[in-house]
């Protein structure tokens, strides 16, 4: 193997080449909804990136929040450069709007469930401090 195969040039990780694909599109920078197969034209314009490496970026910048929130508002979609290349139908929209829902009650949930853990052990502190207290009262009342 040469230095200049491709295969020996360092593979980018998904969050480096998400942040490259930001730099050079104004639909991944804006986060506005991607078209479909939007993959072969990424790497028509970037052969350097690997096909696999490619996919893990695109399902965390599909999976974000940010771009739930745009499919979820949106009406088209966009090439790289930008440029409508197709519809967001309702499914879609209905989609997101449902992955955004249960994604919101899934950390509502955690965020009681650790509220709740919180103050059980808050109160369990306060049992034993009283206990304490109780025992310090009864040893120097019956101590001497």
Do not use: W
Request: proline share 4%.
């Amino acid at each position: 193997m040469t230095a200049d195969t491709p295969s020996s040039k360092p593979a980018l990780e998904p969050r480096a080449l998400l942040q490259k694909l930001q730099t050079a599109s104004p639909t991944f920078r804006d986060c506005k909804p991607l078209a479909i197969r939007i993959d072969t034209a990424i790497m028509e314009r970037f052969p350097e990136f690997e096909k696999k490496t490619l996919r893990s970026a695109l399902r965390m910048h599909t999976a974000s929040t940010r771009y739930l929130k745009a499919m979820e508002r949106a009406s088209e979609r966009f090439d790289l450069d930008g440029n409508v290349a197709g519809e967001v139908t309702e499914e879609q929209r209905a989609h997101a709007s449902t992955t955004l829902k249960e994604r919101f009650a899934a950390v509502a949930k955690q965020q009681r469930a650790k509220r709740e853990e919180e103050e059980a052990a808050r109160k369990k502190e306060e049992a034993e401090r009283r206990k304490h207290e109780k025992l310090q009262q009864l040893v120097s009342k019956f101590g001497k």
